[in-house]
RNA sequence: GCCCGCGUGGUGGAAUGGUAGACACAGGAGACUUAAAAUCUCCAGGCCGAAAGGCCGUGCCGGUUCGAAUCCGGCCGCGGGUACCA
């Protein structure tokens, strides 16, 4: 009998497979479809264990459909754009193209030998011209429905390298690779109007049935739609065209405790009166050097300057508030202008500790005796909760008892009826800003003209693609800047309006464009328009989407956006403004971080493979060991699976990876697991290949065991379909210890060997089918029927039941599974654990769970 | 900082209000073997006990419940996101 020999098979089923035709995806009416995808790659290089699991994942969902009677779509594509392939090109040369192309070969030969059931013929990358011509054409459609409009905004400058940084590439305030101080700079860029459908975009939340609730909650949040009171603070001899300062407060209730008025350094007021003081330009200018991200202004340390102007309260002209310019208020959110209030908000409290600015309290705790309450010195400010129990407010309401809620709503109401402003509904969600100021991404398709301004390319001029040369010569990217800045030819064309002399737009898109819409492209993915409505029709929507938690936001968001606006503009069926049926959200490999220093106290990462008992294996130099955390390349935290598919072989990193870890949990890297993994499909292998080599005399029945394959058919089933790969895995390995311990020579037994193959074949489809061949299986076993259990079959006779003593497990019995509730109470009480327990006296209560449970109450 | 998760034996985890630790890994004992590998059998949360059995136990503190790993409140730790990483 030959051993299981994983290199020899599995290329050798993948032909079959392939030959059949069996992942190819047919649009045809005679079976239900089924659309699974998984979040498209990155082009690395490498695949890494995140990808495995992933794939893997949806791999064993497609197999199963398809065994389940589904035309089933389960492309494949690049997400190819992006900065690792310019900074590779700026690091050693070469073109982003060439190395993102050779990225992707070397990715898909590794990829390949995993055996997913993948229709390759759809494959595609988002660097292809015609991928992103494609999304050209897009953008145009959505630039004349008026979706996409500039404005001004702010980006990280290094001006050393005289370029824009990404967040990721500003370390403690200074670029990357200079060093020098990161500058705000404001350039004018290309925006999506998304905040135009923030309402939408969260009430269809509630219909996304199939999605996590924690995803959904914190789209949710992100939108943060809010109610609240805009109204005007009057300026007291405020410069040149300013009268008033516009605020937006979500907590009107606490108007009668404003201590302060802080703007934005970005306001315009704030911009008028750094003209004539030096100082408060210098404290701006302070603000405007810190970076973009709103972690690192939220977590800065709260800073302002007092500007001496003045507002008065709008309910006492009497009461005047100094006001400041702040640090931490976003030009973005709201007005740019904000009221504080001490006494009920920790940020103004701090604030005001600060500059000794007053604390005035309008909530009382419980009743209008009792003083209102103020913070103690060194004590936390108060939020009125807005939902929970009721207090006592000063101000609007004539000091009724109310809830935060409340006292908002009586406050807005109280303001309006006063004519000091009006109750307003606002949105966190900002419009999402597109252009980049690099190479290696979609060219925004339109062009600059003296005369006509900005003008739409044309769509016959589509795709304007990427210029490869400089005039002959390579493009260099060991010059700072984008190169399309300072492109000779590429630059320069002809308006598309008028024909004169014109520049090209060298800004790109944001990579989130390019997967935002690549689900509905596969529908399609050669069409000569983005989409053929015929195919989206039929395949949209994404039955199944996986991915990562880390895209639970931004690229859901987008994706959410791009199929409305999609719609809009005749790309996409009304059906598929929701384009993501079902998500699921898996875990994230993680591995320890290994870590030393440079001369310069800097970081310098290790991969995993390079270190051995903490020490580097080079130079035996010790490593720094950071936790788990994602596998990133930067982090050099990955590890490889190819060398694990070459040990081993595809089927068992497969099962591997779906082994142990619940899906949607993170899972730490350990190498320890591949080989008992390799150790049980050997050993499946073995008992499978010995039963069909047995004689079995035809009469000979094991009912015990068919019972344990039906149970077996039924729990991997439910595992399969929800998600709990790990619990099937399990439930597998305990069908193959029964199978392997049972009796010799019975029918039941090749029935059950042919079960246990079956069940395996989405997660090792390799060894299933060679299995299922020397069973004597018909046909293919990645084309056969699923099983389906015997439902009478799996229905218990006889249960155990606990019983407990105050709720502590004390004995057990065995009773019909039907038994009456009084049989069971009497059966319990004459136990002698409770006879014995009882001592005589009676039980205070006697709860009896059917088929569960029994507890005594002494 | 803010939003969202997660925390169970030596390890990965199972149990989603009803017997905590399924199924595995690592470990221990044994069988087979000249030996090793492979394979097979058995043991295994902690403490006390010869055993029967008892007590403790799901990050920490408190609550709801006949009953809590599971629900609620408060902490601690770790992770993801934070709008130009993908």
New binding site residues.
């Given amino acids: 009998m030959s051993r299981y020999s994983a290199a020899e098979i599995e290329e050798k089923w993948q032909q079959a497979w392939d030959k059949a035709g069996l992942f190819r995806a047919k649009r045809a009416e005679d079976k239900p479809k089924y659309y699974v995808l998984e979040?498209f790659?990155?082009p690395s290089g490498r695949i890494h264990m995140g990808h495995v699991r992933n794939y893997t994942m949806g791999d064993v969902i497609a197999r199963y459909k398809l065994a389940t009677g589904h035309n089933v779509l389960h492309p494949m594509g690049w997400?190819?754009?992006?900065?690792?392939a310019e900074n590779a090109a700026m690091a050693s040369g070469g073109h982003p193209k060439d190395w993102t192309y050779g990225n992707i070969d070397d990715m898909r030969a590794q990829m390949k030998p995993l055996g997913l059931s993948i229709d390759w013929s759809r494959e595609f990358a988002t660097c292809d011209p015609e991928y992103y011509g494609q999304q050209q054409a897009l953008f145009l459609d959505m630039l004349e429905q008026g979706l996409v409009y500039r404005k001004n905004?702010v980006?990280?400058w290094d001006p050393v390298d005289m370029t824009?940084?990404?967040?990721?590439?500003?370390e403690n305030g200074r670029g990357w690779r200079s060093g020098a101080l990161v500058e705000r700079r404001e350039?004018t860029?290309w925006f999506f109007r998304?905040?135009d459908f923030a309402e939408e975009l969260l009430e269809a939340l509630d219909g996304l049935d199939d999605w996590p609730?924690?995803?959904k909650?914190?789209q949710?949040?992100?939108?943060?739609r809010s109610r609240g009171l805009q109204f005007a603070f009057s300026l007291i001899d405020g410069p040149e065209g300013h009268d008033r300062i516009e605020v937006y407060t979500t907590r009107p209730d606490t108007l009668m405790g404003a201590s302060f008025v802080g703007i934005s350094p970005d306001h315009p007021l704030a911009r008028q009166l750094e003209k004539d003081n030096a100082d408060l330009a210098a404290f701006n200018a302070e603000c405007r050097r810190m970076g973009?991200?709103?972690?690192?202004?939220?977590?800065a340390e709260k800073k302002g300057f007092d500007t001496g102007l003045r507002v008065r309260h709008p309910f006492d002209t009497s009461w005047e508030l100094p006001v400041y310019v702040a640090n931490f208020i976003l030009m973005?959110?709201g007005t740019g202008a904000i009221f504080g209030c001490p006494a009920h908000d920790?940020?103004d409290l701090d604030f005001a500790r600060k500059y000794d600015l007053p604390v005035t309290s309008t909530y009382a705790p419980q009743t209008p005796d009792e003083a209102f309450t103020l913070p103690e010195d060194g004590g936390a400010a108060f939020v009125p909760p807005k939902t929970e129990k009721v207090h006592y407010v000063k101000g609007f309401a004539g000091d009724e008892v109310q809830s935060g809620e409340q006292a908002i709503d009586a406050a807005i109401a109280f303001c309006e009826n006063n004519g000091v402003g009006q109750g307003v509904t606002k949105f966190?969600?900002?419009?999402?800003?597109?252009?980049?100021?690099?190479y290696?991404?979609c060219p925004i398709p339109v062009v600059h003209c003296d005369t006509c301004g900005v003008v739409p390319e044309k769509k016959e001029n589509l795709p304007i693609e990427l210029p490869y040369d400089e005039d002959g010569t390579p493009i260099d990217f060991s010059v700072p800047g984008n190169p399309l800045d300072r492109h000779p030819t590429w630059r320069d064309c002809a308006c598309p309006s008028c024909g004169a002399a014109a520049r090209r737009e060298t800004?790109t898109m944001?990579?989130?464009v390019?997967?935002s819409w690549y689900f509905a492209r596969f529908t399609a993915p050669r069409s000569a328009t983005p989409t053929d409505m015929a195919e989206a029709e039929y395949w949209m929507n994404v039955d199944q989407y996986i991915g990562?938690?880390?895209?639970?936001?931004?690229?859901l968001l987008y994706s959410r956006f791009f199929a409305r606006a999609m719609h809009a503009t005749g790309h996409l069926p009304q059906k598929a403004i929701e384009p993501f049926n079902a998500l699921f959200t898996q875990?994230?490999v993680?591995h320890e971080i290994y870590q030393t220093r440079d001369e310069n106290d800097r970081p310098v990462y290790h991969l995993p493979e390079d270190v051995e008992d903490a020490k580097l294996k080079a130079t035996g130099a010790p490593v720094e060991i950071?936790?788990?955390?994602?596998m990133?390349k930067?982090k050099k935290n990955v590890v490889d699976p190819v060398s694990i598919i070459g040990a081993y072989g595809a089927d068992t990193a497969r099962w591997f990876v779906l082994?142990?870890?619940?899906p949607?949990?993170?899972?730490?890297w350990?190498a320890?697991?591949a080989?008992?993994?390799h150790?049980?499909l050997?050993?499946v292998h073995?008992?499978v290949s010995e039963i069909a080599a047995s004689d079995t005399p035809a009469n000979d029945q094991d009912d015990a065991l068919l019972r344990e394959m039906h149970k077996a058919i039924h729990d991997v089933t439910g595992g399969v379909e929800s998600f709990?790969f790990?619990?099937a895995?399990?439930?597998?390995?305990?069908f193959?210890?029964t199978l392997?311990?049972s009796k010799a020579g019975t029918q039941a037994r090749k029935q059950a060997a042919r079960a246990l193959v079956q069940l395996m074949s989405p997660m090792t489809p390799h060894l299933s089918e060679d299995l299922w061949q020397t069973l004597g299986g018909e046909g293919l076993a990645a084309a056969a029927a699923w099983p389906q259990p015997d439902e009478a079959i799996l229905v218990d006779e006889t249960?155990?039941?606990?019983i407990?003593i105050?709720?502590?497990?004390?004995a057990?019995i065995s009773v019909p599974k039907d038994m009456d509730k009084s049989e069971v109470e009497k059966l319990a009480l004459a136990h002698d654990?409770v006879t014995k327990a009882l001592d005589g006296a009676q039980p205070?209560?006697i709860?009896v769970?059917p088929g569960?449970?029994?507890?005594v109450?002494i």
Avoid: C
């Avoid at 966190?428 to 690099?438: I, M």
């Avoid at 249960?799 to 606990?802: D, G």
């Fill in positions: 979040m790659p990155y997400d190819a754009f992006g900065m690792p905004a980006v990280n824009v940084l990404a967040n990721e590439q500003v350039l860029q998304i905040s609730a924690k995803v909650l914190m949710a949040n992100w939108i943060g973009t991200s709103e972690e690192e202004l939220e977590k973005d959110y920790q940020r966190r969600l900002r419009d999402w800003g597109l252009s980049r100021q690099r290696w991404g800004d944001d990579t989130f390019d997967s990562g938690i880390e895209h639970a936001i931004l690229h875990g994230m993680t950071i936790p788990s955390a994602k990133s930067s082994s142990d870890s619940p949607e949990r993170d899972v730490e350990t320890a697991g080989e008992a993994a150790k049980h050997s050993r073995r008992v709990g790990n619990a895995i399990a439930r597998l390995y305990a193959a210890n392997a311990k249960v155990t039941l606990p407990q105050n709720g502590k497990r004390r057990e654990a205070k209560k709860i769970v569960r449970i029994v507890n109450v």
